[in-house]
């Protein structure tokens, strides 16, 4: 089964990433990669950069420059190849404590969504 999850940052601390939370993502993809587990993965720029929104309401077509505004900007999405939904949750959960880990003050959620497959 295939699931797609969104990282999406709700508290965005005024200090850049640490070196320490990259090394730790690249640790984290090599061993879902070698798991068999991680098809695709990358980060996203935020919507204020190039970003686009296209919404169909009554009948009418809009097309929204970012930014957008939702305080929660989605950074990044990983599509694993998994047994289960709980397979799927667990590696999400360790990217998301990641961030808690190695980032303080930063807060975000993620969404596991299954790829419809027929």
Request: net charge negative; proline share 7%.
């Amino acid at each position: 089964m295939r699931y797609f999850a969104t990282l999406r940052v709700t508290t965005q601390p005024t200090t850049p990433p640490p070196p320490a939370l990259f090394e730790a993502i690249m640790a984290l993809g090599a061993e879902a990669t070698a798991a068999g587990a991680l098809l695709d993965t990358a980060g996203l720029m935020p919507s204020a950069a190039d970003g686009a929104r296209v919404e169909l309401l009554d009948g009418r077509l809009t097309v929204t420059d970012g930014p957008f505004a939702e305080t929660k900007e989605l950074i990044s999405y990983a599509v694993y190849d998994v047994r289960s939904r709980d397979e799927a949750v667990e590696w999400a959960s360790r990217f998301v404590r990641l961030h808690q880990e190695h980032w303080d003050g930063w807060a975000g959620e993620a969404d596991v969504l299954r790829v419809y497959e027929p």
